[in-house]
């Protein structure tokens, strides 16, 4: 653990970032071929429905190791292609301690959410009491969250959707580069999603993958994303337009190069941030198993206001005025929601609640610098050093 003396921002100290330091920067390779490649497109005049797409998907597919790869306009779509083609119409077990969209795929397929726990140490689905919630409800599916690209317990889950006899999706939004004991994520459950937006580390600018070893699954997201038409416009069921454009198959073309090496680089980052930061009191940070690998798509932080001195709320305000922006990914957990509201809340979920009183996300990209990493664990220290004060000041404004 590094110190120093200077003074938090917040207290009037200079800060760290004058011009501020955004929670993530897109790392985009080779952008020159990426140019020859969109005039390339824009020149034969077929914006969608094109070989880029085709390319995009025969790429992922080799990367993963899975026969079946179907580009869509985003996670969120494919979930909800992915959750209508497994029949998910009725409860659907799922972490709340996710981003929204798990929850919204599940309502949009027509399904209705029931929330299991998450485990304290990755804050990935609880599989003992995913296990519970599926018997509980009858569940029709069983969902799990990567988050911030851990990957899940999936031999665990496996089991339990087998025992129930229910499909596993995974939302792998945050995952792809993400490895389970050497094998990628990619290749579990019946399909995995990921998302291809602007804060991941594989963009497409906007867009989502659907990956799976199921044929039949991926012909019935191929039609899905076509509105369910088969090309004879006698549509075979209520489908979506959730087409890939070729423009962002082309910028996901680029940004998928080097991933494993720009991964590598993450966990790199992540570990001189863990080992900057170590014996602080009150902050640890979800644990990625041994042998597993994350993308780090976010570098997160856990916690405890009583040992910390302070709670996310205030660390986030001291950040701030250090110009480093942060976020509390996942909070308010989905259970909480405006949206889901109406759901029964015949049981609580401590685990989940507490986690999402404590995170805190802070900026990491893939070409962030080593020195960088340091100085924003140094404001982290910084602020806890002083934590009694800030916490003075913030009560006084
Ligand atoms: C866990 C998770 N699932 C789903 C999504 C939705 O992805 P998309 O924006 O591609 O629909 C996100 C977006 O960040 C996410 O974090």
Redesign the pocket.
């Given at each position: 653990m590094t110190t120093t003396l200077a003074q938090p921002a917040i207290l009037g100290g200079p800060p760290a970032f004058p011009d501020g330091l955004p929670l993530t920067r897109v790392s985009l390779p080779h952008q020159d071929l990426l140019r020859q490649r969109l005039d390339a497109i824009i020149a034969s005049g077929q914006l969608t429905n094109g070989a880029t797409v085709r390319e995009l998907e025969d790429a992922v597919a080799a990367l993963l190791g899975v026969p079946h790869v179907v580009a869509v306009a985003?996670?969120?779509?494919?979930?909800m292609l992915v959750l209508q083609a497994v029949g998910a119409a009725g409860p659907v077990t799922l972490p709340s301690f996710?981003?929204a969209?798990?929850a919204h795929?599940v309502a949009w397929a027509g399904g209705q959410p029931v929330f299991a726990e998450i485990d304290h140490d990755s804050i990935t689905i609880d599989p003992a009491d995913a296990a519970a919630q599926v018997a509980a409800s009858g569940s029709a599916a069983l969902m799990a969250?990567h988050?911030y690209g851990t990957p899940c317990h999936v031999e665990a889950l496996q089991q339990v959707a087998d025992q129930a006899g229910v499909p596993l999706v995974y939302?792998a939004?945050?995952a792809l580069g993400s490895h389970r004991q050497g094998r990628p994520i990619g290749g579990f459950g019946a399909a995995e999603?990921f998302?291809?937006?602007p804060?991941?580390v594989v963009t497409g600018g906007?867009?989502?993958l659907i990956a799976t070893f199921d044929e039949g699954l991926a012909t019935a997201c191929r039609l899905g994303r076509d509105y369910g038409n088969p090309g004879d416009y006698d549509c075979l069921f209520p489908g979506l337009n959730a087409r890939m454009s070729e423009l962002h198959a082309a910028v996901a073309l680029a940004s998928l190069s080097a991933l494993d090496a720009r991964v590598a680089l993450r966990g790199q980052l992540a570990r001189v941030f863990h080992q900057a930061t170590n014996g602080l009191p009150g902050l640890r940070f979800p644990v990625v198993a041994p042998g597993d690998v994350s993308t780090y798509k976010d570098l997160t932080l856990i916690v405890d206001p009583a040992e910390f001195g302070l709670d996310t709320v205030a660390l986030a305000a001291a950040l701030r005025a250090e110009g480093i922006d942060s976020r509390r990914?996942f909070h308010p957990p989905v259970h909480r929601q405006k949206a889901y509201a109406h759901l029964p809340r015949d049981r609580e979920l401590p685990v989940t609640d507490e986690i999402a009183d404590r995170v805190l996300t802070v900026p990491l990209w893939s070409h962030m610098t080593e020195d960088t990493v340091r100085i924003i664990a140094d404001a982290v220290i910084r602020a806890h050093g002083k934590a009694q004060e800030i916490a003075r000041q913030l009560r006084a404004r």
């Open positions: 985003s996670c969120t779509a494919g979930l996710t981003f969209a798990t795929a969250t988050v939302d939004a945050h999603v998302s291809l937006s804060t991941k906007e867009g989502g990914y």
